[in-house]
C-alpha cells in the first residue's frame, strides 16, 4: 500500500468513525437523558449530520489547565511538512495579519485590565529581512488598544476592530510603528464575546465586521435589546450605511472569502449547556438577509427547549449551516489556502484554528483542522491539520491553544497560539507536492 493510498483509508476511516454512539448515564431526570442509546454524526456536510436529542448526555464543565510548552516541543503536522517556531514571548497572541510587504502582525488581546493599564491589547510587528522563515525584526506596531482582534489594511488606512469600535489609522507603506490617533469610524456593543474580526469584500466596497452574543443563549433577554449582537454587520470603509447582513449567529468570529465563487464564509461557536454532542460548532457560507437560529433554534429549525415557543417565526426561518465542524471544538480562526507551495490538494480549502473544548467530557478541539474545498463547496471531511496541543487528557493539561491562522506569503501556514504565547509557522517541506 503507498503512503498516499493509505493516507486516503486513513481519512476515510475518520470520516465513516465520526458516526458514534452515546450511552446516556443512568440516573439522569429528564426522559430524554434516559434514552438507551443516541446515533449522532458529528461532522461533515448538513445532508449528512444527525443529532441526539438535548440532555441526551449531562453538560459538564471540564477546562483545560495550560502548562506551557516544554524546551524544544511543538505541535504536530502531517507528513509532507514541518513546523517551527515563528515568534515567542508573546502576550495571548490571537489573531495574524499578513501586510503587502510580508510584515506579519499580531494582535494581543488581553480581557481583563492589570492594574491601571492594560498589559498587552496591542499589535506586534515581525519582519523577516533575509526571507528565512525567522523574522529579525520585532516592533511595537499599536498599543493602547481595547481587546483588538481584527486587522485589515485598505489603501492608506489601518483598520483595528477593539471590542468595542471599528478604527483607523493613516498608513504608510513599510512603516514599522503607527504614533497617529485612530478615527473611530464605528461603534460596537463591547464585552460577552468579545472578539470582533474586520474583512473587505474582493471589490473593496463594502466591510463586514463579526460580532458575538453577550450571553449562551440569552435566557437574560439582554442580546435581544442589540441587533447588532450574534451578527456580522456590512458598513462602507468610511463607517456609514451599517446594517445588519446575517443574524442568528452566536458567536462568528473567523471569516474570509471563498477564493473561487467570492462568497463570505464564516466559522460559528454555537451554544453550551445541551450535552456533549450539541451543538455542533460549524463552518457556512453566510447569505446575505438570512438567520442562522440563535438562540430560538440551532442547526437549522432544530428549537433550543431553552427558548420553546418564543419565536415560532423565527425558527421556521432559520437556515441550516453548511457543514459542521463538531459540537464545543471552539472554532476561531479560518483562512482559505491561497498559497501554491503547499500539495496541490490543499489548495483552496480552509483551515480552521479550533481553540479546544471546555463543555465536554472528553477534549475535542485543540487543533488546526482542514476542509477540502470543489466547486466553491466543501467536498470531503474533516482532517486534523496540526496537532499534539493536547498534553495529558488525565490531568486536563495541554500546551497552547490554537486561533488566528494565516496564509504567509511564501505560502506557509502561521498559527497563533493564544495559550502558549507563541506563533507557528507551517511549511511544506521541499520536494512533496502530492
Not at 503507498?2 to 465520526?18: E, H, M, P, V
Not at 492589570?114 to 498589559?119: D, K, L, T, V, W
Not at 435589546?225 to 451599517?242: F, K, T, V, W
Not at 477564493?259 to 461557536?269: D, G, I
Amino acid at each position: 500500500m503507498t503512503g498516499i493510498q493509505f493516507t486516503a483509508q486513513k481519512r476515510l476511516g475518520s470520516w465513516l468513525a465520526a458516526t458514534i454512539f452515546v450511552l446516556t448515564a443512568s440516573g439522569c431526570g429528564s426522559s430524554a437523558q434516559q434514552a438507551a442509546s443516541v446515533q449522532a454524526i458529528e461532522s461533515g456536510p448538513s445532508e449528512q449530520i444527525s443529532l441526539p436529542a438535548p440532555f441526551a448526555t449531562p453538560s459538564v464543565r471540564n477546562a483545560s489547565d495550560v502548562i506551557g510548552w516544554p524546551a524544544g516541543r511543538m505541535p504536530t503536522a502531517p507528513p509532507g511538512f514541518q513546523v517551527n517556531l515563528f515568534a515567542e514571548d508573546l502576550n495571548n497572541p490571537r489573531w495574524i495579519y499578513v501586510l503587502p510587504n510580508a510584515d506579519v502582525l499580531v494582535a494581543e488581546t488581553i480581557r481583563e485590565r492589570i492594574g491601571s493599564s492594560r498589559s498587552g491589547n496591542r499589535i506586534v510587528l515581525f519582519r523577516d529581512r533575509d526571507k528565512d522563515g525567522k523574522p529579525e525584526l520585532r516592533e511595537i506596531f499599536l498599543s493602547d488598544l481595547n481587546m483588538p482582534f481584527g486587522m485589515l489594511l485598505l489603501g492608506d488606512w489601518f483598520y483595528v476592530a477593539n471590542t468595542d469600535s471599528l478604527v483607523r489609522y493613516p498608513y504608510q507603506a513599510g512603516q514599522t510603528r503607527i504614533a497617529a490617533k485612530p478615527e473611530k469610524i464605528l461603534d460596537l456593543p463591547a464585552g460577552g464575546h468579545f472578539t470582533r474580526h474586520v474583512v473587505i469584500d474582493p471589490d473593496h466596497l463594502k466591510l463586514y465586521v463579526s460580532v458575538g452574543s453577550r450571553t449562551n443563549v440569552d435566557e437574560e433577554g439582554v442580546d435581544a435589546e442589540d441587533p447588532r449582537r450574534a451578527a456580522i454587520l456590512e458598513l462602507n470603509p468610511d463607517g456609514s450605511q451599517m446594517r445588519v447582513f446575517a443574524s442568528g449567529l452566536r458567536n462568528p468570529v473567523g471569516m474570509d472569502w471563498e477564493p473561487e465563487t467570492k462568497t463570505l464564509w464564516a466559522v460559528v461557536n454555537e451554544r453550551d449547556g445541551l450535552g456533549d454532542q450539541l451543538v455542533p460548532d460549524y463552518l457556512t457560507s453566510v447569505k446575505e438577509g438570512s438567520f442562522y437560529g440563535w438562540p430560538y433554534s440551532y442547526y437549522g429549525q432544530n428549537e433550543d427547549p431553552r427558548k420553546k415557543g418564543q419565536r415560532p417565526d423565527l425558527v421556521s426561518i432559520a437556515i441550516k449551516p453548511d457543514f459542521a465542524l463538531g459540537s464545543h471544538v471552539a472554532p476561531l480562526g479560518m483562512t482559505f489556502y491561497t498559497g501554491s507551495t503547499f500539495p496541490s490538494r490543499f489548495h483552496g480549502g480552509a483551515f480552521i484554528g479550533m481553540h479546544g473544548s471546555w463543555n465536554r467530557s472528553k477534549f475535542v478541539g485543540y487543533k488546526v483542522a482542514f476542509v477540502p474545498f470543489q466547486n466553491g463547496k466543501p467536498s470531503g471531511p474533516l482532517e486534523d491539520f496540526l496537532t499534539g496541543y493536547i498534553a495529558n487528557e488525565n490531568e486536563s493539561e495541554v500546551f497552547g491553544r490554537p486561533v488566528g491562522v494565516t496564509v504567509w506569503h511564501d505560502g506557509s501556514l502561521l498559527v497563533a497560539d493564544d495559550a502558549g504565547n507563541k506563533v507557528w509557522r507551517v511549511s511544506a517541506r521541499i520536494g512533496d507536492t502530492r
